[in-house]
């Protein structure tokens, strides 16, 4: 089997502070994959920066498991605004 392997692409824009995944590609090695995805996801020059990452290397929960994996952060009240009085004179937030 002589297939590249699929590389995740990353990139963020010139506005933005932070990364967005834009898309996959199959590359020989990173420099390649980071070639490839300035010419596929940066045509019109809107990236400032590109990350690349191996698939086989991003590990991931599963939708089914979002009950046990997120449950344990609703005993804790102070992550939720509503735990905290915001003053009339603070106008819409």
């Known amino acids: 089997m002589n297939e590249w392997p699929l ?3 990353f990139i963020r824009g010139q506005h933005g502070l932070s990364h967005r995944h834009v898309g996959s590609l199959h590359a020989p090695d990173a420099e390649k994959a980071i070639m490839n995805a300035r010419d596929v996801y940066t045509r019109r020059n809107e ?3 590109i990350w690349v990452v ?3 290397h991003i590990a991931a929960s599963a939708p089914g498991d ?4 997120f449950e344990p952060s609703n005993s804790k009240v102070y992550r939720h605004p509503t735990f905290f009085d915001i003053p009339d004179e603070a106008g819409a937030m």
């Open 7 to 9: 590389w995740e692409v």
């Open 47 to 49: 990236g400032v920066s």
């Open 54 to 56: 191996e698939a086989r």
């Open 66 to 69: 979002k009950g046990p994996l």
